[in-house]
């Protein structure tokens, strides 16, 4: 017999009576483990599966309580316990706002190495898994897709990497073309047509610049400019000069597309800060990484758009969250809400439950805390996101994101 997989993950002892309850620990299902015991270097990578190797006949699908078992990988251990651990508390706020009447979660610690994700995916499919949700990470998720296709499982990943999506396997998160595209479409909606990006050295970096051609050529926008950049120690080397020239060229508003955040983000408006009295300003365009508590501190980014989730559908989630673990959650934590969420739709779709591939990229897609979302065919996520722009001091929606997909969504 082939060894099992997936390592041997330690029991959980609930945080709290209905925390446990919601996670299925007496019924002996709770399979992640929290206490950060599992070292990386002792996991060692997963054998090949050979078409001669024998494989543990999988649990049964449902819980004696006839829920369908749905397994949640999140790093539990590692660098990034800490966004597991909120995340797994938001699936938990899921089940027990009513995913719970037809699903059950099993949490299983995806480390933060692909190898760990892979024994991960092995040790849900032996468990009785009817669907897998995560990963989180892109190259975690990438090596987890081999073995979901092969085990014939689909996966839903919570990584925003466009690149790894392909049929049977969903990137959720945020993914930087969707977020682009939208905000480009606002820009060219009033009246832009000029259009730069000033971007990191970085595989996002590329995304972003190619979903900006995407999204403003088709539609009578010019690229005048794209230039990368590098940032380390606090300093951003990059032609910013030539982007500066494109933008004071001429006296139409050019749209620069700047999507970073933190001390990137700073770094890179000072070198495109623009100072002669008469030249035109650029309209500053960005993405869902814009979306953090501090934006409004940035001075150069008053006036400027950028797509995300309206914050207002999450706002209750946070309050509930935060009232019951005393702490906000991670930004991240409404993915694992809103899966589970999904899987309990799924779960309802018809008798038996139907997980498949067509089930997960019915048209009419699904509603989150992050707005409605869709899978398409080839694994690419479509979401409904709204238009905000940066104030002196908050947030503001200036162009609501669809409440369906009746109209285009990008």
Not at 105 to 110: F, L, R, T, V, W
Not at 117 to 132: D, S, T
Not at 216 to 231: D, K, L, N, W
Not at 239 to 245: I, K, P, S, T, Y
């Amino acid at each position: 017999m082939l060894r099992s997989l997936a390592p041997t993950l330690p029991d959980r002892t609930p945080r709290r009576s209905f925390a446990g309850w919601l996670t299925m620990a007496a019924a002996g299902l709770l399979l992640g483990g929290c206490a950060g015991t599992m070292q990386q270097a002792s996991t060692p990578p997963p054998s090949p599966i050979t078409a001669t190797a024998t494989r543990p006949e999988p649990a049964p699908r449902m819980t004696s309580t006839g829920k369908f078992k749905v397994a949640l990988l999140l790093p539990l251990s590692g660098r990034a316990r800490d966004i597991g651990m909120s995340m797994q508390e938001a699936a938990e706020l899921a089940i027990f706002d009513g995913a719970g009447r037809d699903v059950a979660i099993m949490p299983i610690d995806s480390g933060d190495s692909p190898g760990r994700a892979v024994a991960a995916v092995y040790r849900a499919v032996e468990n009785g898994a009817v669907i897998i949700l995560g990963p989180l990470f892109g190259n975690s998720a990438a090596a987890a897709a081999e073995a979901a296709r092969e085990s014939r499982i689909e996966m839903v990943s919570f990584s925003n990497d466009d690149a790894i999506a392909q049929p049977g396997v969903y990137p959720m998160g945020l993914g930087v073309h969707s977020q682009v595209r939208r905000v480009a479409e606002y820009a060219l909606s009033k009246g832009i047509r000029r259009f730069a990006a000033f971007t990191p050295a970085s595989t996002y970096g590329e995304q972003a610049t190619q979903a900006l051609r995407e999204a403003v050529t088709p539609h009578g926008g010019t690229f005048v400019a794209a230039e990368r950049f590098r940032f380390a120690g606090g300093n951003l080397s990059g032609n910013a000069g030539r982007v500066v020239e494109a933008v004071t060229k001429g006296t139409d508003t050019t749209a620069v597309l700047l999507p970073v955040a933190g001390p990137e983000l700073s770094a890179a408006t000072r070198a495109l800060d623009i100072t002669a009295p008469d030249a035109k300003k650029p309209q500053f365009v960005g993405t869902g990484v814009w979306d953090t508590p501090d934006i409004t501190s940035e001075e150069s980014l008053v006036g400027a758009w950028f797509a995300a989730p309206d914050p207002a559908r999450r706002a209750a989630f946070e309050r509930k969250y935060e009232a019951v673990h005393g702490k906000p959650p991670h930004r991240l934590a409404t993915l694992a809400y809103d899966a589970v969420t999904m899987a309990a739709k799924l779960a309802r779709a018809r008798p038996g439950g139907d997980f498949s591939a067509t089930a997960l990229t019915n048209p009419a897609g699904f509603s989150g805390l992050d707005g409605p979302f869709r899978f398409r065919a080839d694994g690419r996520v479509e979401r409904a996101l709204a238009v905000l722009e940066i104030g002196d001091e908050s947030l503001r929606v200036i162009d609501p994101a669809p409440t369906s997909f009746d109209r285009p969504a990008f």
